[in-house]
């Protein structure tokens, strides 16, 4: 498998945390999102992923992108460690916070959209985050063990860790969220979290680096 990835990237960062935890050896590319205005706008990366962004895989003789898509993939091709659980309503559960997320959470305060914002590119991605914070720590109230749904890393959890560390980015104040925080706590203490964090890239800047 080839991943094609940039070091802060939250989304392909949550698929290098499926690559790890399954197990899974690839070869990294990475593709800049801002160095020569953003190597994902090359006509080459643009045959690859139309959308022009990062993650994009290349396995099994086809290339994939979206994180959730490609995790799903993943999930259905090597089922050990499962990051779905078996349980229909727990399934439900993880899926719903990963949703929340990847949808209702992250492209709020994509690269993208901050371009558009201007000097008030902060305070927006600080309001995006909070707003899904408030939500996101409700419903772990009731669906958390160790982990976002139960004691089982699942799905969410590779959405969760990613999303923290953009907060953490932004400044955003965790205080309010202290069951978000002790979640992500706990998993930052996994290997697969700390092999693919974003200052352990092959691209990670040296002033960045662990």
Same mark, same amino acid.
């Given at each position: ?71 799903? @993939?993943?999930?259905? /091709?090597?089922? *050990?460690?499962? =990051? +779905?659980?078996?349980?229909?309503? $727990? ?85 309010? @969220?202290?069951?978000? /925080?002790?979640? *992500?706590?706990? =998993? +930052?203490?996994?290997?697969?979290? $700390? ?16």
């Amino acid at each position: 498998p080839i991943l094609y990835s940039y070091f802060r990237s939250s989304c392909s960062w949550r698929v290098r945390i499926a690559l790890a935890l399954k197990g899974i050896p690839y070869d990294l590319v990475p593709v800049n999102l801002v160095k020569d205005g953003g190597q994902q706008f090359s006509a080459e990366f643009k045959a690859l992923n139309p959308m022009q962004q990062v993650p994009a895989l290349k396995i099994d003789g086809i290339t994939l992108s979206q994180s959730l898509a490609i995790i799903n @993939y993943l999930e259905e /091709t090597h089922p *050990n460690p499962r =990051l +779905l659980p078996q349980d229909p309503k $727990k399934r439900a559960q993880v899926r719903m916070i990963a949703d929340h997320i990847v949808s209702g959470i992250q492209p709020l305060q994509n690269l993208s959209v901050l371009k558009q914002m201007g000097e008030k590119k902060t305070e927006w991605a600080q309001n995006c985050i909070a707003s899904g914070f408030q939500a996101l720590e409700q419903i772990l109230q009731h669906t958390a063990g160790c982990y976002c749904v139960g004691d089982e890393v699942s799905m969410a959890d590779l959405c969760l860790v990613p999303q923290v560390a953009n907060a953490e980015r932004f400044k955003v104040d965790m205080s309010p @969220y202290p069951t978000i /925080t002790r979640i *992500n706590k706990a =998993l +930052l203490e996994l290997e697969a979290f $700390k092999i693919s964090h974003p200052s352990r890239q092959p691209d990670t800047p040296a002033e960045l680096r662990a």
